[in-house]
């Protein structure tokens, strides 16, 4: 099984900055894509950044430039560093992996959730 954990939301103001973590444990054989995505309340799921086992990236059009994404493959950790924070930043954030499992399967995992919320 693979747990999860993710820490750093909170709250800010409008301008400030916050770091999220994400880290990975448990039986796994190799960690592929990892990434964050963001939901508010009766809205669909969308992406804010990905980053590929190689370090490729890619974001959403709405934080280019104000958020970085990067990986720690020893610790199995992907961050999201949010400066500039605006407002409409304001979502619940989530994490995601995608993995190769100890039996070979392709897996996707979800981190439970951490709010941001930017105060103008």
Do not use: H
């Not at 909170?10 to 900055?17: E, I, R, T, V």
């Not at 309340?41 to 059009?61: C, F, H, M, W």
């Not at 619940?92 to 105060?119: E, F, H, K, P």
């Amino acid at each position: 099984q693979v747990q999860l954990v993710e820490s750093g939301g909170g709250l800010a103001q409008a301008g400030g900055s916050l770091r999220l973590s994400c880290a990975a444990s448990g039986s796994m054989f190799r960690i592929n894509r990892m990434g964050w995505y963001r939901q508010a309340p009766g809205k669909q799921r969308e992406l804010v950044a990905r980053i590929t086992s190689g370090g490729s990236t890619n974001y959403a059009d709405s934080v280019k430039g104000r958020f970085t994404i990067s990986r720690d493959n020893a610790k199995n950790t992907v961050y999201l560093q949010m400066n500039s924070l605006k407002p409409e930043d304001t979502d619940v954030y989530y994490c995601r992996v995608d993995l190769i499992t100890d039996a070979y399967t392709g897996n996707i995992y979800w981190g439970q959730g951490t709010q941001i919320t930017v105060s103008s």
